[in-house]
T-cell receptor, first 113, second 115 residues
Framework: AQSVTQLGSHVSVSEGALVLLRCNYSSSVPPYLFWYVQYPNQGLQLLLKYTTGATLVKGINGFEAEFKKSETSFHLTKPSAHMSDAAEYFCAVSDQAGTALIFGKGTTLSVSS | GAVVSQHPSRVICKSGTSVKIECRSLDFQATTMFWYRQFPKQSLMLMATSNEGSKATYEQGVEKDKFLINHASLTLSTLTVTSAHPEDSSFYIC???????????FGPGTRLTVL
């Protein structure tokens, strides 16, 4: 069975600092990996995804993530945090295209000025 | 890009009543849609898979007689919460695969509050 673990339910950074949100997964097959962002009382917005190919994936709003098979990780980073990045972030996995996603518990990102 | 809509966005109902939530794919067809539930400060949990033309598949622990799913067409799935109780208050989100690779599109969610 697949699962996702997000280390750190809450991450706080200063504006301009590096953002690092951790995600580890377990999957018996090559996974599809996703990062979503959710603002209060809103739906999910896809930040980026990994399916095949290049392991460093660039997404929207300056975010990127690197798929590391040996570490079963897909950590999300952004070089310089912005106040507007404050939100809830979810890592998700699926085992094939078109199937339901398994979500991690989420990480709340706070950005202070 | 593809869009998935949900209606209503917010609903408040009395305990014991039934509530219907619609999920529509606006510019693509979806033979499969997924329904998730998100309790406050928690993650999204898959409730069921809605299949056009056949019965929905429910996840373990989800009561199929309480959460009725009807996939009426290739663009519409409905979730009916029957005899709703306060513990059913949650954020319900649907998603649909785009049919093009791994992309899935999520609806904006429906906030259900049962008094």
């Amino acid at each position: 069975a697949q699962s996702v673990t997000q280390l750190g339910s809450h991450v706080s950074v200063s504006e301009g600092a590096l953002v690092l949100l951790r995600c580890n997964y377990s999957s018996s097959v090559p996974p599809y990996l996703f990062w979503y962002v959710q603002y209060p009382n809103q739906g999910l917005q896809l930040l980026l995804k990994y399916t095949t190919g290049a392991t460093l994936v660039k997404g929207i709003n300056g975010f990127e993530a690197e798929f590391k098979k040996s570490e079963t990780s897909f950590h999300l980073t952004k070089p310089s945090a912005h106040m507007s990045d404050a939100a809830e972030y979810f890592c998700a996995v699926s085992d094939q295209a078109g199937t339901a996603l398994i979500f991690g518990k989420g990480t709340t990102l706070s950005v202070s000025s | 890009g593809a869009v998935v809509s949900q209606h209503p966005s917010r609903v408040i109902c009395k305990s014991g009543t039934s509530v219907k939530i619609e999920c529509r794919s606006l510019d693509f067809q979806a033979t499969t849609m997924f329904w998730y539930r998100q309790f406050p400060k928690q993650s999204l949990m898959l409730m069921a898979t809605s299949n056009e033309g056949s019965k929905a598949t429910y996840e373990q622990g989800v009561e199929k007689d309480k959460f009725l799913i009807n996939h009426a067409s290739l663009t519409l799935s409905t979730l009916t919460v029957t005899s709703a109780h306060p513990e059913d208050s949650s954020f319900y989100i649907c998603s649909a695969p785009s049919g093009k690779g791994s992309e899935q599109f999520f609806g904006p969610g429906t906030r259900l509050t049962v008094l």
